[in-house]
């Protein structure tokens, strides 16, 4: 089936079997593999991605419904092809320990400061809710996220 | 895991409504097995899981219906004493954030927001919800306790069904092959009005229900004139509490008796031990959520 849809800002075509996950594609012919595989049953939000700009789960969404529709990964979040706010504060802050579900954390955090720039702590938990850390527990994860949006305010730095 | 499977099947992506009924009849005829597909949460694990495919074997068609236009509406049918029409596609995070569902049907925005995680209500619909069958949908118990109208759509028409004749056993329903489940229709909750929705599960997020319990009633001099209550996880199909509904409908509210209420649930309900909980815990919680929501409603229980 042919497919086209827009990564991280640039367009894809794609000629691949319709039921194939957007996981194995994302890691595969496109190479992005800043998308882990956790669970791979919507368990875990490791995988987590924007799909027309809503978090989802990358290890259940078939590529075939993804035709017209923009994607974006954790790669998508950098500025200048260095980290944004949000990974900084991951970084500096003790968010990311072994680093797995790091990308998806950061995808459902981007699209809560997108439409939430100044989050309560309890937003940020409902938010990162569908997200499984087993390392670092989730104070670090969630402090990083308001530091993050804090930053994000004060230097006018905004999404992609 | 027989995920690399998933490179074998076709997708159909119909356009129309139309269309997918009439492409569905033609499978349905010729007796070619179908899937359908929403948003996926449920159907890419369970073929994720399923056995690997025999080698030559052909796997059954998908056919997308997250194209159709005619699932994703919300609306307020002016024509029918202003019940609210929700499109069987719409997704949990679109109906907790519409500002209609919350402002008329409360109960349905909140138990939205405790459906998986954010990622899982983005795909996630209430018509897959339904459709998969499984007696711990939270999405169904909340539907169960407005009586929603099931619309079923297929190439012979439009027809509806009441909530409490839709599930005829474990995952079994009165939907014929052919047949897609196409939106709900609710009756709007008095303004004001009180409801519950409890979700018991081992944490917030990202889990099955243990027990669900949801419950919408409009009062008047003492009694409840309108009384709909659901729960998930508690029968092999979502439980509908005749019961329970027949005695806090027939009784003032100041009369009612606890331990009668307590054999109403039970009556109601068959819980079972499994991985998630037990028949006991089950039992307890049953009974808790719905005193507790009689006493909201000022029952002395």
């Given at each position: 089936m042919k497919i086209e849809l827009t990564v991280n800002g640039v367009v894809r075509t794609l000629d691949l079997p319709p039921l194939v996950r957007l996981l194995d594609v994302l890691r595969g012919p496109l190479g992005l593999t800043g998308t882990k595989e956790g669970c791979g049953e919507g368990e875990c939000g490791t995988c987590a991605v924007l799909l027309d700009g809503e978090p989802v789960n990358a290890c259940l969404?078939?590529?075939?419904?993804?035709?017209g529709r923009m994607v974006v990964t954790v790669e998508g979040l950098a500025v200048d092809g260095a980290p944004g706010a949000l990974g900084r504060a991951m970084a500096e802050h003790g968010?990311?320990?072994?680093?797995?579900c790091t990308p998806g954390m950061m995808i459902s955090a981007e699209a809560l400061l997108v439409a939430r720039p100044a989050p309560s702590a309890a937003e940020v938990r409902h938010a990162l809710g569908g997200n499984l850390c087993r390392c670092t527990g989730y104070e670090r994860i969630v402090d990083s996220v308001l530091r993050a949006a804090a930053a994000r305010r004060g230097a006018g730095e905004v999404g992609p | 895991m027989s995920v690399a499977d998933l490179a074998r099947y076709e997708l159909a992506v119909p356009r129309a409504l139309s269309e997918a009924c009439a492409l569905l009849a033609a499978r349905v005829a010729s007796g070619e097995p179908t899937l359908l597909c929403a948003g996926g949460t449920d159907l890419l694990v369970e073929l994720g899981m399923a056995p690997p495919l025999a080698a030559g074997a052909r796997p059954p068609l998908c056919v997308d219906l997250s194209r159709l236009p005619e699932l994703r509406a919300v609306e307020r049918l002016e024509r029918d004493g202003a019940r609210i029409r929700i499109g069987a596609g719409v997704s949990y995070l679109t109906l907790g954030r519409h500002e209609l569902v919350q402002g008329a049907l409360p109960l349905l925005a909140r138990m939205s927001h405790d459906i998986g995680g954010p990622t899982i209500q983005a795909r996630g619909t209430l018509g897959g919800n339904l459709a998969t069958g499984s007696p711990a949908a939270d999405g169904v118990a909340a539907l169960a306790a407005h009586d929603a109208t099931v619309v079923l759509t297929s190439v012979r028409g439009e027809r509806r069904v009441p909530f409490a004749g839709f599930q005829t056993g474990y995952k079994r329903s009165v939907r014929q092959a052919d047949e897609i489940i196409t939106a709900f229709e609710l009756e709007p909750l008095a303004p004001g009005s009180p409801w519950c929705w409890r979700k018991v599960g081992a944490r917030q997020a990202q889990a099955i229900s243990k027990v669900a319990f949801a419950a919408v009633a409009e009062l008047e001099g003492g009694r409840a004139r309108r009384f709909g209550a659901a729960m998930a996880s508690m029968a092999p199909v979502t439980a509908t509490l005749p019961a329970t509904r027949a005695l806090v409908l027939g009784t003032p509210l100041a009369d009612l008796d606890g331990e009668a209420l307590d054999r109403a649930v039970a009556a109601d309900t068959s819980p079972i031990d499994d991985i998630r909980s037990t028949r006991a815990y089950r039992a307890h919680c049953a009974r808790a959520l719905a005193r507790g929501f009689l006493r909201e409603l000022g029952a002395a229980v």
């Open positions: 969404v078939p590529i075939g419904q993804c035709d968010g990311a320990q072994c680093g797995i | -």
